[in-house]
C-alpha cells in the first residue's frame, strides 16, 4: 500500500498559476502510473491527468495544454502545474497512484485532497 500526501493547493485568481505536488511512501517506485484527478462541490471526481513509468502522460481535453504534469522517480514525488487557472478549475485535487505501469489500470491508492479556489 502506498501513501499519497498533497501539497499547494491555495487561492488563485482567474489566469494565475498553482503548482501541485505529491509526495509517496510506503510501495515506491518509478514502475507504476500516477495521476491527479479532481472533484468541484456536488460533482463526482473526475480524471485530470496522469503519467505512466516511462514519462508518458494523458490530460483530459478541459485542462489540456493548461496543465503539464510530471514525476521525480528518486523523490517519489509527482507533481501538476496549473497555469491560466479558471473559476471551472475551482475543486479538490486528488493525487492517485493506480496498481500498475499503465493510467489503464485501476486506482490503488488516493491522498487526502488539497483544495484549489480560483476566483474570478
Known amino acids: 500500500q502506498v501513501q499519497l500526501v498533497e501539497s499547494g493547493g491555495g487561492l488563485v485568481q482567474a489566469g494565475g498559476s498553482l503548482r501541485l505536488s505529491c509526495a509517496a511512501s510506503?510501495?515506491?517506485?518509478?514502475?507504476?502510473?500516477m495521476g491527479w484527478f479532481r472533484q468541484a462541490p456536488g460533482k463526482e471526481r473526475v480524471f485530470v491527468a496522469a503519467?505512466?513509468?516511462?514519462?508518458?502522460?494523458t490530460y483530459a481535453d478541459s485542462v489540456k495544454g493548461r496543465f503539464t504534469i510530471s514525476r521525480d522517480n528518486a523523490q517519489n514525488t509527482v507533481r501538476l502545474q496549473m497555469n491560466s487557472l479558471q473559476p471551472r478549475d475551482t475543486a479538490i485535487y486528488y493525487c492517485?497512484?493506480?496498481?500498475?505501469?499503465?493510467?489503464?489500470?485501476?486506482?490503488?491508492?488516493w491522498g487526502q485532497g488539497t483544495q484549489v479556489t480560483v476566483s474570478s
Open positions: 503519467i505512466n513509468w516511462r514519462g508518458d502522460t
Open positions: 510506503g510501495r515506491t517506485g518509478s514502475n507504476y502510473a
Open positions: 492517485a497512484s493506480y496498481a500498475g505501469t499503465t493510467w489503464f489500470a485501476s486506482v490503488g491508492s
